[in-house]
């Protein structure tokens, strides 16, 4: 099995996540520059909220849509499944959040949680159009269409921020001024209409295949089953990668925990180009794996999964080493808002990402959990998850209420090493995959450059 034969996929998901690398540099450099410190610490908390929402739809509601939905005789009915089952999630969970949102933000201590709860349903039902079609763009491979439906929604965002901010100071390089233009209303208006436009764009590409029928063509028993062990675990590895902001509030609590959920909040950001690129190449190696075992090929899916890890794990390697030699210190203070620099005291943005950067080094390993939810044993990985995430909050309550905000980020990377070393224990174990095999893009790598300086 060689990368070779599906390089075209490769190549549009390194384009639409590098989408997501920009689309990070410009909320650092032109968004979090145009809103107040702490104001930005609760709207991320807002969009933490929003995705970790969908987190739930996806696992619960979506998955079946690549697992159940590629054969045209059962994907009507599976559609009808999901897309009920997401309407239901929608609603069960967007109307507590809105007729509790007081007594959230006393919990949270936080009044600002009243605005953002009040928006939330907003936010949610205008993203449902968008990630049903990412679904489905998902399941038929086409990753060409999914990087213009992510570009529709990040490029409208920037490009907004960018029309305002000129319009108001009559100057271009105004963009990339410290100046407060934006407070949490006005902010949301820009990521709703961004995210209807992307809805639009995504189910123009997908039209075809929203198709729902009620005639049963699948037990829903089936779906339920595989859905919910999948639902827990992807909740569990939500909690630390989505809710740590929220945790950073409620242990530190007021303005204070807002201004380090806001400046942490960049330094995930930046720490976005590992997650999104890991990320996407699970979105290959899942429904490839998938085929692969429906066919009794297992051997090419443990091929296909030890490639791709290696050459993450090999990038990642080189990059961090880059970062380290003082390329990130300079790409920061080119970036970073003056006010970001300010309040270096609560939590440092450099120091919280070069903590982070160690994560990235595991992060490349949780992707084996896509060959076994592909071998249908998402328990497992739900399991493995349960454990990493107790560890992990733990050590975010402890830092947080001993007050060692400038190793907050350690709760992160105690998550990612944790469930990296599991599943390569695991994987093993039950897949008999060995390290040296984590490593053949040195092998590849290698061959390819003796062969090169023998033309």
């Given at each position: 099995?060689?990368?070779?034969?599906?390089?075209?996929?490769?190549?549009?998901?390194l384009?639409?996540?590098?989408?997501?690398?920009l689309?990070?540099?410009?909320?650092?450099?032109?968004i979090?520059?145009?809103i107040?410190?702490?104001?930005?610490?609760v709207?991320?908390?807002?969009?933490?909220?929003?995705?970790?929402?969908?987190?739930?739809?996806?696992?619960?509601?979506?998955?079946?849509?690549?697992?159940?939905?590629?054969?045209?005789?059962?994907a009507?009915?599976?559609?009808?499944?999901?897309m009920?089952?997401?309407?239901?999630?929608?609603?069960?969970?967007?109307?507590?959040?809105?007729?509790?949102?007081?007594?959230?933000?006393?919990?949270?201590?936080?009044?600002?949680?009243?605005?953002?709860?009040?928006l939330?349903?907003?936010m949610?039902?205008?993203?449902i159009?968008?990630?049903?079609?990412?679904?489905?763009?998902?399941?038929?491979?086409?990753y060409?269409?999914?990087?213009?439906?992510?570009?529709s929604?990040?490029?409208a965002?920037?490009?907004?921020?960018?029309?305002?901010?000129?319009?108001?100071?009559?100057?271009?390089?105004?963009?990339?001024?410290?100046?407060?233009?934006?407070?949490?209303?006005?902010?949301?208006?820009?990521?709703?209409?961004?995210?209807?436009?992307?809805?639009l764009?995504?189910?123009?590409f997908?039209?075809?295949?929203w198709?729902?029928?009620l005639?049963?063509?699948?037990?829903i028993?089936?779906?339920l089953?595989?859905?919910?062990?999948?639902?827990?675990?992807?909740?569990?590895?939500?909690?630390?990668?989505?809710?740590d902001?929220?945790?950073?509030?409620?242990?530190l609590?007021?303005?204070?925990?807002?201004q380090?959920a806001?400046?942490?909040s960049?330094a995930?950001?930046?720490?976005r180009g590992?997650?999104?690129?890991?990320?996407?190449?699970?979105?290959?190696?899942?429904?490839?794996?998938?085929?692969?075992?429906?066919?009794?090929?297992?051997d090419?899916?443990?091929?296909?999964?030890?490639?791709?890890?290696?050459y993450?794990f090999?990038f990642?390697?080189?990059?961090?080493?880059?970062?380290?030699?003082?390329?990130?210190?300079?790409?920061?203070?080119?970036?970073?808002?003056?006010?970001?620099?300010?309040?270096?005291?609560?939590?440092?943005?450099l120091?919280?990402?070069k903590?982070?950067?160690?994560?990235?080094i595991?992060?490349?390993?949780?992707t084996?959990?896509?060959?076994?939810?592909?071998?249908?044993k998402?328990?497992?990985?739900?399991?493995i998850?349960g454990?990493?995430?107790?560890?992990?909050?733990l050590?975010?309550?402890?830092?947080g209420?001993?007050?060692?905000?400038?190793?907050?980020?350690?709760?992160?990377?105690m998550?990612?090493?944790?469930?990296a070393?599991?599943?390569?224990f695991?994987?093993?174990?039950?897949?008999?995959?060995?390290?040296?095999?984590?490593l053949?893009?040195?092998?590849?790598?290698?061959?390819f450059?003796?062969n090169?300086?023998?033309?």
């Amino acid at each position: 099995m060689k990368i070779t034969g599906n390089i075209d996929k490769v190549a549009w998901t390194l384009l639409d996540k590098g989408t997501f690398v920009l689309f990070a540099i410009a909320v650092i450099k032109i968004i979090m520059s145009s809103i107040s410190v702490s104001d930005w610490g609760v709207f991320s908390q807002l969009i933490s909220i929003n995705t970790f929402i969908f987190v739930i739809i996806d696992s619960l509601a979506l998955q079946s849509v690549i697992q159940y939905g590629q054969e045209e005789k059962t994907a009507p009915f599976v559609n009808t499944i999901s897309m009920s089952i997401l309407l239901s999630l929608a609603l069960l969970i967007s109307i507590p959040a809105s007729i509790f949102k007081e007594e959230i933000a006393w919990v949270m201590q936080e009044d600002r949680y009243i605005t953002i709860l009040s928006l939330l349903p907003l936010m949610i039902f205008s993203m449902i159009p968008r990630f049903f079609s990412i679904k489905f763009l998902y399941r038929d491979l086409e990753y060409k269409k999914l990087f213009f439906t992510n570009l529709s929604y990040f490029g409208a965002i920037t490009i907004s921020i960018v029309a305002i901010k000129t319009s108001v100071f009559s100057d271009l390089s105004a963009i990339f001024n410290d100046n407060i233009l934006f407070d949490i209303d006005s902010l949301f208006d820009i990521y709703l209409y961004s995210a209807l436009f992307s809805s639009l764009i995504g189910y123009l590409f997908t039209y075809k295949s929203w198709k729902f029928s009620l005639i049963k063509s699948i037990p829903i028993k089936t779906i339920l089953n595989f859905n919910t062990p999948i639902a827990i675990s992807s909740i569990l590895h939500s909690v630390p990668k989505l809710l740590d902001t929220l945790i950073i509030q409620f242990t530190l609590g007021g303005n204070i925990g807002a201004q380090v959920a806001g400046i942490y909040s960049g330094a995930k950001i930046l720490m976005r180009g590992f997650e999104d690129l890991t990320s996407a190449i699970y979105g290959i190696i899942y429904p490839l794996s998938r085929k692969y075992i429906a066919r009794g090929e297992l051997d090419n899916a443990k091929v296909l999964i030890t490639k791709a890890i290696s050459y993450m794990f090999l990038f990642f390697i080189v990059i961090s080493i880059v970062l380290y030699s003082g390329v990130l210190d300079t790409l920061i203070n080119v970036i970073l808002p003056a006010k970001y620099k300010i309040e270096s005291n609560l939590i440092d943005i450099l120091t919280s990402f070069k903590i982070l950067v160690i994560a990235g080094i595991a992060l490349p390993f949780t992707t084996i959990a896509g060959l076994i939810n592909a071998d249908e044993k998402p328990i497992v990985v739900a399991k493995i998850t349960g454990v990493s995430v107790t560890l992990s909050s733990l050590l975010f309550l402890i830092l947080g209420y001993l007050g060692f905000t400038q190793l907050i980020p350690l709760g992160l990377v105690m998550f990612y090493v944790s469930i990296a070393l599991s599943y390569i224990f695991y994987a093993r174990k039950y897949y008999d995959i060995q390290l040296k095999e984590y490593l053949r893009a040195l092998h590849d790598t290698s061959s390819f450059i003796k062969n090169k300086s023998h033309l």
